[in-house]
């Protein structure tokens, strides 16, 4: 298993319990099958975007360091482009 870095910046305008369920969601594509393990979620919140994205000037920030296999990283990215919860992801290797 390798070492990743997600960041993803949701829609601000959100009910708090969407926010949340987006949140879990993530955490559930990466823990399942066992292929996957969270080591933390660092929730930065609202925050001032350096410029628009999707006509929104706010994004509530989430970051998450991770193991897994290769082939879960397919599994979030296909999340974050059809999910309009989410305004931006972008996932490194560590």
């Known amino acids: 298993m390798r070492k990743y870095e ?5 829609d601000p305008e959100l009910k708090e319990e969407e926010i ?3 949140i879990e969601k993530l955490k559930d594509i990466i823990n399942k099958n ?4 969270i080591e933390s979620v660092d929730e930065w919140g609202k925050r001032e975007l350096a ?3 999707k006509h929104k ?3 509530y920030y989430v970051i998450y360091y991770f193991e897994s ?3 879960i990283l397919e599994d979030l990215k ?8 989410f305004l ?5 290797r560590r």
């Open 6 to 10: 997600m960041m993803v910046i949701i």
């Open 20 to 22: 949340k369920n987006n």
């Open 34 to 37: 066992d292929k996957g393990k």
């Open 51 to 53: 410029y628009e994205i």
């Open 57 to 59: 000037r706010e994004g």
């Open 69 to 71: 296999e290769p082939e």
């Open 78 to 85: 296909k999340e974050l482009r059809l999910n309009k919860s």
């Open 88 to 92: 931006r992801g972008l996932i490194i």
